[in-house]
């Protein structure tokens, strides 16, 4: 089990849905959540400028996100996410959960070396069973 899971996705249904999988499948002590890239980029952005460093090691190990959102989408996110800037997160896995799978996005995605896999919408029981071993 892990202890912390960032949901980030502009769709508060699939964020609710996330959440109950998640839980039932106990994958998570706790799941936080975001609704855009910006928003995320902020929380991480607060973890580094208001907590002591013990704190810090309290941050999610993995990211659930979504590509498509108004303010800043997911290639956004990752763009900004995989800089200097937020490097003491290096470590967070990202699983990218998209409605549609295009096979140019799978591949941008991999460009990413903190993506670890690409799936489909909506997130099921299995599909964390399946993750369970890649993280």
Do not use: R
Not at 9 to 32: G, Q, R
Not at 57 to 72: G, S, T
Not at 89 to 105: A, G, H, Q, W, Y
């Amino acid at each position: 089990m892990l202890d912390q899971i960032l949901c980030i996705d502009d769709d508060p249904i699939t964020l609710m849905l996330c959440k109950k999988v998640l839980i039932k499948a106990s994958f998570s002590n706790e799941i936080i959540t975001s609704q855009n890239g910006e928003e995320a980029l902020c929380y991480f952005n607060t973890l580094k400028y208001t907590n002591t460093e013990s704190e810090l090691k309290k941050h999610p190990q993995l990211i659930f996100l979504d590509l498509n959102m108004p303010v800043m989408g997911g290639w956004e996110f990752l763009d900004q996410f995989n800089t200097e800037a937020f490097s003491e997160f290096k470590n967070i896995k990202i699983i990218v959960l998209s409605s549609t799978i295009d096979p140019e996005d799978l591949e941008k995605s991999k460009k990413y070396p903190m993506v670890i896999d690409f799936l489909s919408k909506p997130i099921t029981l299995a599909m964390l069973e399946y993750l369970k071993n890649k993280i």
